[in-house]
């Protein structure tokens, strides 16, 4: 079984739209979650860390249910800027990050 | 705001070439790491490195690859002999004791 599952995409929203990523994962002892955003042949960026029950940052809410080991990504009030792979990535400690292909995201004018 | 950086952007090397690149880490940082991507694929864990040794390595990092921190502040990856198959995106990363694991903007590998 996959450590993460996500959705490839890509989803093609206009401007102004409101998307939401899903993720599950399958180890149960992951202790914190990130959102990193991709663009290509560029490197990850962290865009959200999550520990307890969610986080939200401006436009980018996320939202973690460990009883479904399930967390998503909701942003808000698309730009054509937020165009990337973005992906789900569980965390036990400082341990080697495992990475998915992500969901990729068009924004289009 | 403090960044992990990579050198060289590009490195363009032939077949059975040692190369070396060269990570910063940011400064207070702990823990290193090194990964890569090939070009479609998902980014993939070779390497972490804590208290001067590695502490994990993946099936990739096989005996061409070897990791130094030769003084407080570089972190390197040497590739002794490349082959075809090492073109790909190398990401160093580091991160603190809070576990959030910051990359670099990456060196671009390719093996003619």
């Known amino acids: 079984r996959k450590e993460v599952e996500q959705d490839p995409g890509p989803f093609n929203v206009p401007e102004g739209a409101t998307v939401a990523f899903n993720c599950t994962y399958s180890n149960s002892a992951s202790q914190s979650f990130f959102w990193y955003r991709q663009d290509c042949r560029k490197e990850p960026k962290l865009l959200m860390s999550v520990y307890s029950s969610g986080n939200e940052d401006g436009r980018f809410t996320a939202q973690l249910n460990r009883a479904s080991q399930y967390i998503s990504l909701l942003i808000r009030d698309s730009k054509l800027s937020d165009s990337a792979t973005y992906l789900c990535v569980p965390s036990s400690g400082n341990t080697p990050l495992v990475f998915g292909k992500g969901t990729r995201l068009s924004v289009i004018a | 705001e403090p960044e992990v950086t990579q050198t060289p952007s590009h490195q363009v090397t032939q077949m059975g070439q040692e190369v070396i690149l060269r990570c910063v880490p940011i400064?207070?940082?702990?823990?290193f790491y090194w990964y890569r991507q090939i070009l479609g694929q998902k980014v993939e864990f070779l390497v972490s490195f804590y208290n001067n040794e590695i502490s994990e390595k993946s099936e990739i990092f096989d005996d061409q690859f070897s990791v130094e921190r030769p003084d407080g502040s570089n972190f390197t990856l040497k590739i002794r002999s490349t082959k075809l198959e090492d073109s790909a995106m190398y990401f160093c990363?580091?991160?603190?004791?809070?576990?959030?694991?910051?990359f670099g903007p990456g060196t671009r590998l390719t093996v003619l």
């Open positions: 990363a580091s991160s603190d004791w809070a576990d959030t694991q910051y």
């Open positions: 400064s207070n940082h702990l823990y």
